[in-house]
Protein backbone atom coordinates (compact mmCIF):
# COMPACT_ATOMS: atom_id res chain seq x y z
CA UNK A 1 0.00 0.00 0.00
CA UNK A 2 1.74 3.19 -1.15
CA UNK A 3 1.01 6.26 0.31
CA UNK A 4 1.81 9.69 1.18
CA UNK A 5 2.30 8.62 5.28
CA UNK A 6 2.64 5.66 7.23
CA UNK A 7 -0.04 7.07 10.40
CA UNK A 8 -1.61 10.10 10.42
CA UNK A 9 -3.09 11.17 13.55
CA UNK A 10 -6.59 12.92 13.37
CA UNK A 11 -8.08 14.62 16.70
CA UNK A 12 -3.86 16.17 17.56
CA UNK A 13 -5.89 19.12 18.81
CA UNK A 14 -7.49 17.28 21.66
CA UNK A 15 -6.57 16.55 25.02
CA UNK A 16 -5.59 13.04 24.26
CA UNK A 17 -4.77 13.75 20.98
CA UNK A 18 -1.71 16.40 22.14
CA UNK A 19 -0.71 13.85 24.42
CA UNK A 20 -0.36 10.73 21.88
CA UNK A 21 1.57 13.29 19.71
CA UNK A 22 4.38 13.99 22.44
CA UNK A 23 4.48 10.56 22.64
CA UNK A 24 4.98 9.75 18.93
CA UNK A 25 7.85 12.50 18.39
CA UNK A 26 9.57 11.64 21.52
CA UNK A 27 10.16 7.97 19.41
CA UNK A 28 13.63 7.83 19.23
CA UNK A 29 12.16 6.39 15.17
CA UNK A 30 10.18 8.99 14.67
CA UNK A 31 12.36 10.37 11.88
CA UNK A 32 11.91 7.10 10.49
CA UNK A 33 8.85 6.69 9.77
CA UNK A 34 6.35 9.31 7.78
CA UNK A 35 3.27 10.39 9.78
CA UNK A 36 1.07 13.92 9.93
CA UNK A 37 -1.47 14.67 12.21
CA UNK A 38 -5.00 16.18 11.68
CA UNK A 39 -7.76 18.54 12.91
CA UNK A 40 -10.81 20.24 11.77
CA UNK A 41 -8.90 23.55 12.75
CA UNK A 42 -5.76 23.62 10.95
CA UNK A 43 -4.21 26.86 13.24
CA UNK A 44 -5.33 25.07 16.13
CA UNK A 45 -3.38 21.77 15.33
CA UNK A 46 -0.27 24.33 14.92
CA UNK A 47 -0.31 25.76 18.06
CA UNK A 48 -0.41 22.40 19.63
CA UNK A 49 2.62 21.41 17.64
CA UNK A 50 4.89 24.22 18.66
CA UNK A 51 8.18 24.37 16.88
CA UNK A 52 7.81 20.79 16.07
CA UNK A 53 8.13 20.25 12.13
CA UNK A 54 5.07 17.82 11.61
CA UNK A 55 2.77 17.72 8.17
CA UNK A 56 -0.49 18.85 9.34
CA UNK A 57 -3.88 17.97 7.25
CA UNK A 58 -6.94 19.47 7.65
CA UNK A 59 -10.29 16.98 8.31
CA UNK A 60 -13.85 17.48 9.68
CA UNK A 61 -16.49 15.10 10.24
CA UNK A 62 -18.80 17.21 9.10
CA UNK A 63 -17.13 17.06 5.46
CA UNK A 64 -17.13 13.53 3.81
CA UNK A 65 -14.85 14.40 1.12
CA UNK A 66 -11.77 16.02 3.41
CA UNK A 67 -12.44 12.50 5.79
CA UNK A 68 -11.72 10.54 1.98
CA UNK A 69 -8.64 12.23 1.29
CA UNK A 70 -7.61 11.64 4.98
CA UNK A 71 -8.33 7.99 4.90
CA UNK A 72 -6.66 8.06 1.35
CA UNK A 73 -3.15 9.65 2.74
CA UNK A 74 -1.92 6.63 5.22
CA UNK A 75 -1.27 2.87 5.88
CA UNK A 76 -2.99 4.00 9.52
CA UNK A 77 -5.17 6.20 10.71
CA UNK A 78 -5.29 6.70 14.59
CA UNK A 79 -7.95 8.52 15.85
CA UNK A 80 -8.77 10.59 19.37
CA UNK A 81 -11.88 12.49 17.65
CA UNK A 82 -14.84 11.67 19.84
CA UNK A 83 -17.42 11.04 20.88
CA UNK A 84 -16.92 8.45 18.22
CA UNK A 85 -20.31 7.79 17.70
CA UNK A 86 -21.06 11.76 16.86
CA UNK A 87 -17.95 12.02 14.57
CA UNK A 88 -16.61 8.94 14.12
CA UNK A 89 -18.65 6.89 11.70
CA UNK A 90 -17.51 8.51 8.23
CA UNK A 91 -13.82 7.92 9.30
CA UNK A 92 -14.30 3.78 9.77
CA UNK A 93 -16.58 3.60 6.10
CA UNK A 94 -13.71 5.62 4.30
CA UNK A 95 -11.12 3.33 5.72
CA UNK A 96 -12.63 -0.22 4.99
CA UNK A 97 -13.60 1.33 1.81
CA UNK A 98 -9.89 2.68 1.06
CA UNK A 99 -8.14 -0.43 2.66
CA UNK A 100 -6.77 1.96 5.51
CA UNK A 101 -5.89 0.71 9.06
CA UNK A 102 -7.44 2.17 11.39
CA UNK A 103 -7.04 2.50 15.52
CA UNK A 104 -9.06 4.42 18.12
CA UNK A 105 -10.33 5.28 21.58
CA UNK A 106 -14.02 4.18 21.75
CA UNK A 107 -16.01 2.51 24.58
CA UNK A 108 -18.85 2.94 22.47
CA UNK A 109 -20.26 -0.71 22.40
CA UNK A 110 -23.66 -0.14 20.40
CA UNK A 111 -21.72 2.11 18.11
CA UNK A 112 -18.52 -0.48 17.48
CA UNK A 113 -21.55 -3.30 16.42
CA UNK A 114 -23.18 -0.95 14.09
CA UNK A 115 -20.03 -0.33 12.11
CA UNK A 116 -18.54 -3.66 12.50
CA UNK A 117 -22.26 -5.24 11.20
CA UNK A 118 -22.08 -2.36 8.35
CA UNK A 119 -18.37 -2.35 7.43
CA UNK A 120 -17.17 -5.71 7.55
CA UNK A 121 -17.13 -7.15 4.31
CA UNK A 122 -16.04 -4.53 2.97
CA UNK A 123 -13.08 -4.29 5.07
CA UNK A 124 -12.30 -7.89 4.71
CA UNK A 125 -12.20 -7.27 1.18
CA UNK A 126 -10.36 -4.17 0.93
CA UNK A 127 -7.61 -5.63 3.89
CA UNK A 128 -8.37 -2.47 6.25
CA UNK A 129 -7.56 -3.54 9.46
CA UNK A 130 -9.92 -1.98 11.68
CA UNK A 131 -9.16 -1.68 15.87
CA UNK A 132 -11.34 -0.34 18.18
CA UNK A 133 -10.93 0.03 22.09
CA UNK A 134 -6.90 1.05 21.74
CA UNK A 135 -6.22 2.64 25.13
CA UNK A 136 -7.09 1.68 29.02
CA UNK A 137 -10.23 0.26 27.79
CA UNK A 138 -9.35 -2.11 26.75
CA UNK A 139 -6.05 -2.92 25.85
CA UNK A 140 -4.50 -3.98 30.00
CA UNK A 141 -7.89 -6.61 29.62
CA UNK A 142 -6.98 -7.95 26.13
CA UNK A 143 -3.91 -8.22 26.38
CA UNK A 144 -3.98 -9.72 30.53
CA UNK A 145 -6.04 -12.03 29.02
CA UNK A 146 -3.71 -13.00 26.06
CA UNK A 147 -0.98 -13.30 27.70
CA UNK A 148 -2.60 -15.68 30.37
CA UNK A 149 -3.82 -17.70 28.34
CA UNK A 150 -1.03 -18.56 26.43
CA UNK A 151 0.82 -19.16 29.59
CA UNK A 152 -2.08 -21.46 30.41
CA UNK A 153 -1.44 -23.65 26.90
CA UNK A 154 2.41 -23.27 27.17
CA UNK A 155 2.40 -24.96 30.89
CA UNK A 156 -0.48 -27.26 31.01
CA UNK A 157 -1.75 -27.48 27.45
CA UNK A 158 -5.53 -26.26 28.27
CA UNK A 159 -6.34 -22.45 28.51
CA UNK A 160 -8.21 -21.00 31.37
CA UNK A 161 -11.89 -22.05 31.75
CA UNK A 162 -12.32 -18.36 33.65
CA UNK A 163 -10.72 -15.46 33.89
CA UNK A 164 -11.33 -12.65 36.31
CA UNK A 165 -9.80 -9.12 36.65
CA UNK A 166 -9.61 -7.19 39.54
CA UNK A 167 -7.93 -4.08 39.52
CA UNK A 168 -5.78 -3.88 42.38
CA UNK A 169 -4.86 -0.88 42.76
CA UNK A 170 -4.77 2.97 40.31
CA UNK A 171 -4.65 6.36 40.11
CA UNK A 172 -6.46 8.48 37.61
CA UNK A 173 -9.08 11.13 36.33
CA UNK A 174 -11.17 11.57 33.37
CA UNK A 175 -10.96 14.18 30.63
CA UNK A 176 -13.94 16.25 29.17
CA UNK A 177 -14.06 14.13 25.97
CA UNK A 178 -14.49 11.13 27.80
CA UNK A 179 -17.60 12.41 29.88
CA UNK A 180 -19.00 13.93 26.65
CA UNK A 181 -18.74 10.77 25.25
CA UNK A 182 -20.18 8.89 28.48
CA UNK A 183 -22.96 11.48 28.40
CA UNK A 184 -23.38 11.21 24.64
CA UNK A 185 -24.11 7.58 24.84
CA UNK A 186 -26.67 8.03 27.21
CA UNK A 187 -28.26 11.16 25.31
CA UNK A 188 -28.80 7.96 22.63
CA UNK A 189 -30.14 5.46 24.54
CA UNK A 190 -32.65 7.56 25.64
CA UNK A 191 -33.62 7.77 22.35
CA UNK A 192 -33.61 4.45 21.04
CA UNK A 193 -34.25 1.75 23.62
CA UNK A 194 -32.64 -0.51 21.30
CA UNK A 195 -29.09 1.09 22.52
CA UNK A 196 -29.86 -0.04 26.14
CA UNK A 197 -30.72 -3.63 24.86
CA UNK A 198 -27.49 -3.90 22.95
CA UNK A 199 -25.46 -2.34 25.70
CA UNK A 200 -26.74 -5.27 28.13
CA UNK A 201 -25.97 -7.90 26.22
CA UNK A 202 -23.13 -9.82 26.95
CA UNK A 203 -22.04 -11.18 23.89
CA UNK A 204 -22.95 -7.92 21.50
CA UNK A 205 -19.16 -7.92 19.74
CA UNK A 206 -19.72 -11.55 18.80
CA UNK A 207 -20.97 -12.59 15.61
CA UNK A 208 -21.79 -15.37 15.90
CA UNK A 209 -20.24 -16.91 19.11
CA UNK A 210 -22.56 -16.98 22.45
CA UNK A 211 -21.03 -18.20 25.80
CA UNK A 212 -22.43 -19.02 29.21
CA UNK A 213 -21.40 -15.25 31.05
CA UNK A 214 -24.64 -13.59 32.01
CA UNK A 215 -25.57 -9.52 32.38
CA UNK A 216 -22.92 -7.58 34.28
CA UNK A 217 -22.96 -8.00 38.19
CA UNK A 218 -24.12 -4.08 39.57
CA UNK A 219 -24.13 -5.35 43.08
CA UNK A 220 -20.95 -6.45 45.91
CA UNK A 221 -20.67 -9.64 46.24
CA UNK A 222 -17.95 -12.13 47.65
CA UNK A 223 -14.70 -13.28 45.59
CA UNK A 224 -14.10 -16.58 46.99
CA UNK A 225 -10.40 -16.74 45.07
CA UNK A 226 -9.44 -13.41 46.01
CA UNK A 227 -10.93 -13.93 49.88
CA UNK A 228 -12.62 -10.08 48.96
CA UNK A 229 -15.71 -8.47 48.42
CA UNK A 230 -16.35 -7.16 44.92
CA UNK A 231 -18.24 -4.12 43.28
CA UNK A 232 -18.86 -3.09 39.55
CA UNK A 233 -15.72 -1.91 37.76
CA UNK A 234 -16.50 1.14 35.84
CA UNK A 235 -14.90 0.29 32.32
CA UNK A 236 -16.10 -3.85 32.52
CA UNK A 237 -19.75 -2.94 30.19
CA UNK A 238 -16.53 -2.35 27.46
CA UNK A 239 -13.87 -4.31 28.40
CA UNK A 240 -15.60 -7.89 28.98
CA UNK A 241 -17.33 -7.50 25.45
CA UNK A 242 -14.10 -7.11 23.45
CA UNK A 243 -12.99 -9.35 25.37
CA UNK A 244 -15.13 -12.18 24.42
CA UNK A 245 -15.22 -10.78 20.75
CA UNK A 246 -11.37 -11.86 21.29
CA UNK A 247 -12.48 -15.36 21.86
CA UNK A 248 -14.73 -15.74 18.80
CA UNK A 249 -11.46 -14.41 16.70
CA UNK A 250 -8.90 -16.10 18.21
CA UNK A 251 -10.04 -19.22 16.97
CA UNK A 252 -10.89 -21.67 20.16
CA UNK A 253 -7.55 -19.93 21.25
CA UNK A 254 -9.53 -19.00 24.89
CA UNK A 255 -11.82 -22.79 24.48
CA UNK A 256 -15.57 -23.22 23.90
CA UNK A 257 -16.85 -22.05 27.37
CA UNK A 258 -14.56 -19.50 28.10
CA UNK A 259 -15.72 -16.90 30.62
CA UNK A 260 -14.48 -13.43 31.79
CA UNK A 261 -15.78 -10.75 34.20
CA UNK A 262 -14.40 -7.73 36.08
CA UNK A 263 -14.90 -6.45 39.54
CA UNK A 264 -13.70 -4.41 41.95
CA UNK A 265 -12.25 -6.21 44.70
CA UNK A 266 -12.40 -3.74 48.04
CA UNK A 267 -10.97 -5.86 51.12
CA UNK A 268 -12.55 -8.43 53.77
CA UNK A 269 -15.13 -8.25 56.60
CA UNK A 270 -17.67 -5.17 57.00
CA UNK A 271 -15.38 -2.68 55.60
CA UNK A 272 -15.22 -4.88 52.06
CA UNK A 273 -18.55 -4.77 52.05
CA UNK A 274 -19.70 -1.66 52.42
CA UNK A 275 -16.69 -0.45 50.15
CA UNK A 276 -18.23 -3.04 47.43
CA UNK A 277 -21.67 -1.95 48.06
CA UNK A 278 -20.40 1.58 47.94
CA UNK A 279 -18.96 0.89 44.76
CA UNK A 280 -22.11 -0.66 43.14
CA UNK A 281 -24.49 2.50 44.62
CA UNK A 282 -22.19 5.02 43.08
CA UNK A 283 -21.93 3.92 39.65
CA UNK A 284 -25.60 2.94 39.84
CA UNK A 285 -26.35 6.53 40.41
CA UNK A 286 -23.83 8.27 38.47
CA UNK A 287 -25.59 6.19 35.09
CA UNK A 288 -29.29 7.03 36.39
CA UNK A 289 -28.21 11.06 36.59
CA UNK A 290 -26.60 10.77 33.30
CA UNK A 291 -29.54 8.98 31.69
CA UNK A 292 -32.04 11.47 33.14
CA UNK A 293 -31.78 15.12 30.97
CA UNK A 294 -32.13 17.96 33.62
CA UNK A 295 -29.35 15.70 36.20
CA UNK A 296 -27.61 15.27 33.32
CA UNK A 297 -26.99 19.01 32.37
CA UNK A 298 -26.13 19.49 36.13
CA UNK A 299 -23.40 16.88 35.86
CA UNK A 300 -22.12 18.57 33.40
CA UNK A 301 -21.67 21.75 34.55
CA UNK A 302 -19.43 20.11 37.34
CA UNK A 303 -17.13 18.13 35.34
CA UNK A 304 -14.39 18.43 32.98
CA UNK A 305 -15.34 20.34 29.13
CA UNK A 306 -14.18 18.56 25.97
CA UNK A 307 -10.79 19.55 25.41
CA UNK A 308 -10.11 19.30 29.45
CA UNK A 309 -8.23 16.73 31.78
CA UNK A 310 -6.34 15.90 34.17
CA UNK A 311 -2.62 17.74 35.68
CA UNK A 312 0.42 17.32 33.94
CA UNK A 313 1.26 16.30 37.61
CA UNK A 314 -1.58 13.90 37.96
CA UNK A 315 -0.75 12.18 34.76
CA UNK A 316 2.94 11.91 35.68
CA UNK A 317 1.89 9.88 39.21
CA UNK A 318 -0.86 8.25 38.25
CA UNK A 319 -0.57 4.07 37.48
CA UNK A 320 -2.62 1.00 37.44
CA UNK A 321 -1.87 -2.35 38.96
CA UNK A 322 -4.33 -5.12 37.62
CA UNK A 323 -4.50 -8.91 38.77
CA UNK A 324 -6.30 -11.46 36.39
CA UNK A 325 -7.26 -15.15 38.12
CA UNK A 326 -7.58 -17.94 36.07
CA UNK A 327 -8.74 -20.77 36.58
CA UNK A 328 -7.61 -24.43 35.11
CA UNK A 329 -10.96 -26.35 33.18
CA UNK A 330 -10.24 -29.52 36.29
CA UNK A 331 -7.46 -28.64 38.54
CA UNK A 332 -7.47 -25.94 40.97
CA UNK A 333 -3.79 -26.60 41.59
CA UNK A 334 -2.79 -25.55 37.86
CA UNK A 335 -4.65 -22.22 38.12
CA UNK A 336 -2.84 -19.38 37.28
CA UNK A 337 -2.53 -15.37 38.15
CA UNK A 338 -0.90 -12.32 36.11
CA UNK A 339 -0.13 -8.88 36.85
CA UNK A 340 -0.65 -6.05 34.55
CA UNK A 341 1.29 -3.05 36.24
CA UNK A 342 1.22 0.52 33.58
CA UNK A 343 2.69 3.57 34.55
CA UNK A 344 0.68 7.21 34.66
CA UNK A 345 -2.28 7.75 33.84
CA UNK A 346 -4.37 5.17 32.86
CA UNK A 347 -6.76 7.03 30.97
CA UNK A 348 -4.61 9.46 29.13
CA UNK A 349 -0.55 9.43 30.37
CA UNK A 350 -0.64 5.35 29.35
CA UNK A 351 -3.71 5.48 26.77
CA UNK A 352 -1.78 7.54 24.82
CA UNK A 353 1.21 5.15 24.57
CA UNK A 354 -0.89 2.31 24.07
CA UNK A 355 -2.88 3.56 21.09
CA UNK A 356 0.42 5.14 19.33
CA UNK A 357 1.90 1.27 19.78
CA UNK A 358 -1.22 0.09 18.14
CA UNK A 359 -0.62 2.36 15.35
CA UNK A 360 3.05 1.21 14.94
CA UNK A 361 2.17 -2.00 15.20
CA UNK A 362 -0.49 -1.91 12.44
CA UNK A 363 2.22 0.18 10.43
CA UNK A 364 5.48 -1.78 11.03
CA UNK A 365 4.61 -5.50 12.02
CA UNK A 366 3.78 -8.53 10.40
CA UNK A 367 0.43 -9.09 12.42
CA UNK A 368 -1.81 -12.81 11.69
CA UNK A 369 -4.79 -10.87 10.35
CA UNK A 370 -6.32 -9.77 7.23
CA UNK A 371 -8.96 -6.87 6.67
CA UNK A 372 -12.21 -6.74 9.01
CA UNK A 373 -12.67 -5.73 11.99
CA UNK A 374 -10.28 -6.98 14.81
CA UNK A 375 -9.29 -6.68 18.56
CA UNK A 376 -6.39 -5.89 19.96
CA UNK A 377 -5.71 -9.57 21.25
CA UNK A 378 -6.84 -10.81 17.84
CA UNK A 379 -4.84 -8.38 15.49
CA UNK A 380 -2.02 -7.56 17.73
CA UNK A 381 -1.53 -9.77 20.64
CA UNK A 382 2.04 -10.81 20.72
CA UNK A 383 3.02 -7.37 18.70
CA UNK A 384 1.71 -5.60 21.89
CA UNK A 385 3.27 -8.39 24.30
CA UNK A 386 6.52 -7.46 22.92
CA UNK A 387 6.04 -3.01 22.13
CA UNK A 388 4.11 -2.30 25.11
CA UNK A 389 6.66 -3.65 28.12
CA UNK A 390 10.04 -2.05 25.72
CA UNK A 391 8.51 1.29 25.31
CA UNK A 392 5.20 2.15 26.85
CA UNK A 393 5.64 1.30 30.45
CA UNK A 394 2.93 -1.67 30.29
CA UNK A 395 4.32 -4.90 31.84
CA UNK A 396 2.78 -8.38 31.91
CA UNK A 397 4.30 -11.31 34.85
CA UNK A 398 3.04 -14.28 36.23
CA UNK A 399 2.84 -14.25 39.75
CA UNK A 400 1.47 -17.79 39.92
CA UNK A 401 1.26 -20.69 38.43
N1 LIG B 1 -10.56 4.22 25.91
C1 LIG B 1 -9.85 5.00 26.67
O1 LIG B 1 -9.15 4.52 27.51
C2 LIG B 1 -9.94 6.48 26.42
C3 LIG B 1 -9.04 7.33 27.04
C4 LIG B 1 -9.06 8.67 26.68
C5 LIG B 1 -10.02 9.16 25.80
N2 LIG B 1 -10.91 8.29 25.24
C6 LIG B 1 -11.91 8.75 24.25
O2 LIG B 1 -11.22 9.50 23.27
C7 LIG B 1 -12.06 10.54 22.79
C8 LIG B 1 -11.32 11.88 22.89
O3 LIG B 1 -11.16 12.26 24.23
P1 LIG B 1 -10.45 13.65 24.58
O4 LIG B 1 -10.55 13.84 26.03
O5 LIG B 1 -9.12 13.71 23.91
O6 LIG B 1 -11.48 14.64 23.83
P2 LIG B 1 -11.29 16.19 23.42
O7 LIG B 1 -10.22 16.82 24.20
O8 LIG B 1 -12.65 16.78 23.45
O9 LIG B 1 -10.79 16.07 21.90
C9 LIG B 1 -11.67 15.78 20.85
C10 LIG B 1 -10.97 16.04 19.53
O10 LIG B 1 -11.93 15.84 18.50
C11 LIG B 1 -11.88 16.95 17.61
N3 LIG B 1 -13.16 17.15 16.94
C12 LIG B 1 -14.35 17.48 17.50
N4 LIG B 1 -15.29 17.59 16.54
C13 LIG B 1 -14.67 17.33 15.37
C14 LIG B 1 -15.11 17.25 14.03
N5 LIG B 1 -16.37 17.52 13.68
N6 LIG B 1 -14.23 16.92 13.06
C15 LIG B 1 -12.94 16.68 13.38
N7 LIG B 1 -12.46 16.75 14.64
C16 LIG B 1 -13.32 17.05 15.61
C17 LIG B 1 -11.53 18.13 18.50
O11 LIG B 1 -11.06 19.20 17.70
P3 LIG B 1 -10.97 20.73 18.25
O12 LIG B 1 -9.72 20.76 19.10
O13 LIG B 1 -10.89 21.52 17.02
O14 LIG B 1 -12.20 20.96 19.09
C18 LIG B 1 -10.44 17.47 19.36
O15 LIG B 1 -9.23 17.43 18.64
C19 LIG B 1 -13.34 10.47 23.61
O16 LIG B 1 -14.31 9.76 22.88
C20 LIG B 1 -12.94 9.68 24.84
O17 LIG B 1 -14.00 8.95 25.41
C21 LIG B 1 -10.90 6.97 25.55
Known amino acids: MEREYDIIVWGASG ?5 VVDYMASQPGASNFKWAVAGRNVNKVRSVLGDRDIPV ?59 ITAHQET ?21 GVYFLQRHMLATHGVPAKQIKYRPMAFSGGFSGGTIDSMMAMMESAKEDKGIFKRLADPYVLNDTMRGLDGPDRMSAYFDEDLDAWVGPFVMASVNTRVVRRSAELLNGMYGSDFQYNEATPTGKGAKGFLGAAGVGLGSGAFAGMASFGPTRSLLQRFLPKPG ?7 INNGYYDIELFGQHPTDASKNARVR ?15 IA ?3 FALAQDD ?35
Do not use: N
Open 15 to 19: FTGRL
Open 57 to 115: VQADSHDDASIHALAQKARVILTTVGPYARYGSSLVAACAQHGTHYCDLTGEVHWMRDM
Open 123 to 143: AKASGARIVHTCGFDSIPSEL
Open 308 to 314: EGPTEEA
Open 340 to 354: VKGDKDPGYGSTSKM
Open 357 to 359: ESA
Open 367 to 401: LPVGGGFWTPASAMGDALLQRLPQSAGVTFEVIEG
